[in-house]
C-alpha cells in the first residue's frame, strides 16, 4: 500500500511557486536553453494549476477561487472565442481552458466563432477525415477531440450532431487494435503508442458521453502487448527517444496508457486480472519515481501541464487499484468531472 500524502503536499507546494498573484499562473519557472518558452501567465500555467488542484482536493474558494476563474476568463479572445498559446494547436488550448473553467461551474464569456463551422456535421466530419491519422495521430487528435470537448461544453451543439461525432468514431475504430482510425496503424509511419496516445483523447470523450467502445478486448490486448514488450516509449517504428522513456517522464504518455487500459477494463473482463497486474506493476514503479523528483531542478516538474499529465495518472491509478495507493483526501481525476485535459 502507497501513501501519497507526501506527494500531495509536494505538488501542492510546486503549484503555490507558479502563482503570480491575482489567480494568474505561469507554466514555467524558468527557461530552457533555447529561449522558447513563454514565462510569466500563461493559458496552461492557469489551466492547470486549477487542474492540479482540483485533482489533488485543494481546489481554491472564496476569493482565491473568483480570482482564478477571472484569470482564466480574461484569457479567451473576445472577437474568436478562442484560446490561443503557441505550445499547442489553438483547439487544444480552447477545449483545454474550456474544461478548466468547467470546474468553476462556469462557461468562457464569448461564442466560439472560430469553431462554427465545425459545428455542422459536414464541418465535422470534414475536420476528422482531413487529419493525419496515418503519419501523426498524437498531435492531430488535439483537434478531433478538442472540437468535441469544447463545443459541447459550451452548449454550442445539438445531441444529433454529439451523435454523429461518435458514430463516425465507431464506423472508423481499427478492428485489429480497438484503437485509431481503421487501416492506419498498419497503414502508416507512427508507432502504435503514438495510436494510442491519440485515441486517448477520443476515449475520454466517449467515456464523458456515456458512449462504448467498439472493440474494449482489443483494446486490452494492444496496450497489455506495449506495456510487456517495452513498446510504449515508441515514437517512430523501431525507433526509441531516450529522453520519452514511458514511465520516466513527467507528462502526458502514462495517463494515456492508463487510461486506455483501465476503461476498457470497465467494458470487458477480458484478460482483467492481467490487465490489473500491469496497472499495479506500473503505480509500484512510476509513483516512487515521481516521488523522487527534485522541483528544483526537474524539467517536468518546471511545467505546470506536464505535471498535470503526471497528476492524473496517479489520480486514475489510485481509481483503478483500490486498496494500492491511499491519501487523506482521495484523488479526482477531472476527466471523471468534464472531458479534456
Avoid at 25 to 41: F, I, S
Avoid at 73 to 85: K, M, N, R, Y
Avoid at 178 to 193: E, F, I, N, R
Amino acid at each position: 500500500m502507497m501513501n501519497i500524502d507526501a506527494l500531495t503536499g509536494k505538488i501542492a507546494d510546486i503549484v503555490a511557486s507558479h502563482a503570480l498573484g491575482g489567480g494568474e499562473y505561469a507554466r514555467w519557472l524558468w527557461q530552457d536553453g533555447k529561449g522558447t518558452r513563454e514565462l510569466g501567465n500563461n493559458e496552461y500555467g492557469c489551466a492547470d494549476a486549477a487542474n492540479i488542484l482540483y485533482t489533488i482536493g485543494q481546489f481554491p474558494t472564496g476569493q482565491a477561487r473568483e480570482d482564478m476563474l477571472a484569470a482564466l476568463l480574461a484569457l479567451q479572445d473576445p472577437a474568436t472565442g478562442l484560446f490561443e498559446e503557441r505550445t499547442h494547436h489553438t483547439i487544444h488550448t480552447t477545449a483545454h481552458c474550456t474544461a478548466a473553467i468547467e470546474l468553476f461551474d462556469a462557461r468562457p464569456l464569448y461564442p466560439l466563432t472560430a469553431l462554427k463551422k465545425y459545428q455542422t456535421v459536414e464541418g465535422l466530419y470534414g475536420l476528422l477525415e482531413s487529419l493525419n491519422w496515418t503519419g501523426n495521430p498524437w498531435p492531430q487528435s488535439h483537434q478531433g477531440a478538442g472540437i468535441y470537448a469544447a463545443s459541447v461544453l459550451c452548449g454550442e451543439v445539438s445531441l444529433a450532431w454529439q451523435n454523429a461525432y461518435f458514430d463516425w468514431l465507431w464506423a472508423h475504430t481499427d478492428p485489429k487494435y480497438g484503437m485509431s482510425c481503421a487501416g492506419t496503424v498498419d497503414g502508416g509511419t507512427a508507432s502504435l503508442s503514438a495510436h494510442m496516445c491519440g485515441w486517448f483523447h477520443y476515449t475520454f470523450n466517449m467515456e464523458y458521453a456515456r458512449r462504448p467502445m467498439r472493440y474494449p478486448a482489443r483494446v486490452i490486448d494492444s496496450n497489455l502487448e506495449m506495456y510487456n514488450t517495452h513498446t510504449l516509449s515508441d515514437n517512430e517504428r523501431g525507433k526509441h527517444a531516450p529522453a520519452d522513456v514511458f514511465g520516466r517522464t513527467v507528462g502526458f504518455r502514462e495517463i494515456d496508457w492508463v487510461f486506455c487500459v483501465s476503461r476498457a477494463m470497465r467494458q470487458t473482463p477480458h484478460r482483467f486480472e492481467e490487465a490489473r497486474a500491469a496497472l499495479t506493476d506500473f503505480a509500484r514503479s512510476y509513483i516512487p519515481w515521481l516521488e523522487s523528483l527534485d522541483p528544483q531542478k526537474d524539467e517536468g516538474l518546471n511545467d505546470l501541464h506536464m505535471l498535470f499529465g503526471a497528476v492524473c495518472a496517479v489520480a486514475e491509478l489510485q481509481r483503478a487499484l483500490p486498496g494500492e495507493i491511499v491519501s487523506q483526501v482521495p484523488w479526482k481525476l477531472v476527466l471523471d468531472r468534464r472531458p479534456f485535459i
